[in-house]
T-cell receptor, first 114, second 114 residues
Framework: ETGVTQSPTHLIKTRGQQVTLRCSSQ?????VSWYQQALGQGPQFIFQ???????GRGNFPPRFSGLQFPNYSSELNVNALELDDSALYLC?????????????FGNGTRLTVT | AQSVTQPDIHITVSEGASLELRCNYS??????LFWYVQSPGQGLQLLLK????DTLVQGIKGFEAEFKRSQSSFNLRKPSVHWSDAAEYFC????????????WGAGTKLIIKP
């Protein structure tokens, strides 16, 4: 059973640039959630995708966008990067979108914006 | 809105000693509660979850947690810690107003003294 994989592991971007982060979900999982974890804090929910449709969104501006593909892998895109976007971005997949479906996390992508 | 409080930013425990990490939540109904662990450079791994039923839940790696509705708490315990338990521990509650996100505490860093 392949777990959740994220790429790249680390990334350095300049303010104003755009970035795409990728996530492959665990086999059999149809739901992907993205979280932002700033240093010293707990994760903050960005959005969730279920069967290629956005299923919910947290308090993040529209410059954070996403996609889910037919194989349930997913991308997170961030436009017009700001210094405060520096964080660990975590992808999690789950069997289903319900609250009782535990999240399986990847190791994250560490984004640094300078 | 739901919230999760982990009052201890770090806790230091001697190897072999018992451990209790505190978690308090605010939510009107019976919550779905989770404990996750994050080792350095890693994603989050689910330790245990509570949905309903027996208020004492067993998890992986010898951890357990007890749901106490009267205290709005879901504290994590382990009878005897090992050096490999050094990590950051996060408590989370499922957002009762949606079916898609977890609300997370800020985490407690566990330090093990030899």
């Amino acid at each position: 059973e392949t777990g959740v994989t994220q790429s790249p592991t680390h990334l350095i971007k300049t303010r104003g640039q755009q970035v795409t982060l990728r996530c492959s979900s665990q086999s059999g999982h149809n739901t992907v959630s993205w979280y932002q974890q700033a240093l010293g804090q707990g994760p903050q929910f960005i959005f969730q995708y279920y069967r290629e449709e956005e299923n919910g969104r947290g308090n993040f501006p529209p410059r954070f966008s996403g996609l889910q593909f037919p194989n349930y892998s997913s991308e997170l895109n961030v436009n017009a990067l700001e210094l405060d976007d520096s964080a660990l971005y975590l992808c999690a997949s789950s069997l289903n979108r319900g609250q009782n479906s535990p999240l399986h996390f990847g190791n994250g992508t560490r984004l640094t914006v300078t | 809105a739901q919230s999760v409080t982990q009052p201890d930013i770090h806790i230091t425990v001697s190897e072999g000693a018992s451990l209790e990490l505190r978690c308090n939540y605010s939510y009107g109904a019976t919550p779905y509660l989770f404990w996750y662990v994050q080792s350095p450079g890693q994603g989050l791994q689910l330790l245990l979850k509570y949905f309903s039923g027996d208020t004492l839940v067993q998890g992986i790696k010898g951890f357990e947690a007890e749901f106490k509705r009267s205290q709005s708490s879901f504290n994590l315990r382990k009878p005897s810690v090992h050096w490999s338990d050094a990590a950051e521990y996060f408590c989370a509650v499922a957002d009762g107003d949606s079916n898609y996100q977890l609300i997370w505490g800020a985490g407690t860093k566990l330090i093990i003294k030899p």
